[in-house]
């Protein structure tokens, strides 16, 4: 039998490993804006890129419809969704499974610093077919702080 790996499986572990350095230093109890510095400063210091506010252009049919900010992009591959709290997970999920298929990006971690530390891979591969209300469109892309990149998106959530 053939094992299948995870997509971006070195890049997702080494983040969780950061995440629950931080959520040790740390606990459970500050705002999201604490989570997301100390994770930026623990993943820079391991040799990862970081860009934080990421803004993302939504459209719908087309047509540019609202502009919506990432937690965290790290090495241009992995979006990363920061809660404080564990309250709704599969409202965090949605939200993360929606800002893949606003972008090319494949895979996202959802971090919660909540009394409990937990994480959740959402997936959304560019191979499977389209779904939902997005339109397949060259207008589809992610505004990123060095530059900006349009591509299209055929989306289907997995989650581990």
Known sequence: ???????????TGAVIGAFFEVYNALGHGYLEHIYKAALERELTERGHRVAREVAVTVFYKGEELATQRLDMVVDDR???????????????????????????????????????????????????????????????????????????????????
């Not at 039998?1 to 890049?11: K, N, P, S």
């Not at 606003?102 to 971090?111: M, S």
């Open 1 to 11: 039998m053939t094992a299948i790996g995870l997509v971006d499986e070195e890049l």
């Open 78 to 160: 992995l979006v990363v969704e920061v809660k404080s709290r564990a309250d709704g997970p599969e409202l965090g999920s949605a939200q993360l499974f929606n800002y893949l298929r606003a972008t090319k990006l494949e895979i996202g971690l959802l971090l919660t610093f909540g009394r409990r530390a937990s994480f959740k891979r959402v997936a959304c591969l560019n191979s499977w077919p389209q779904r939902g209300a997005v339109e397949k469109s060259d207008a589809l892309g992610v505004e990123l702080e060095d530059g900006a990149s349009k591509t299209d998106l055929h989306a289907h959530e997995d989650t581990d």
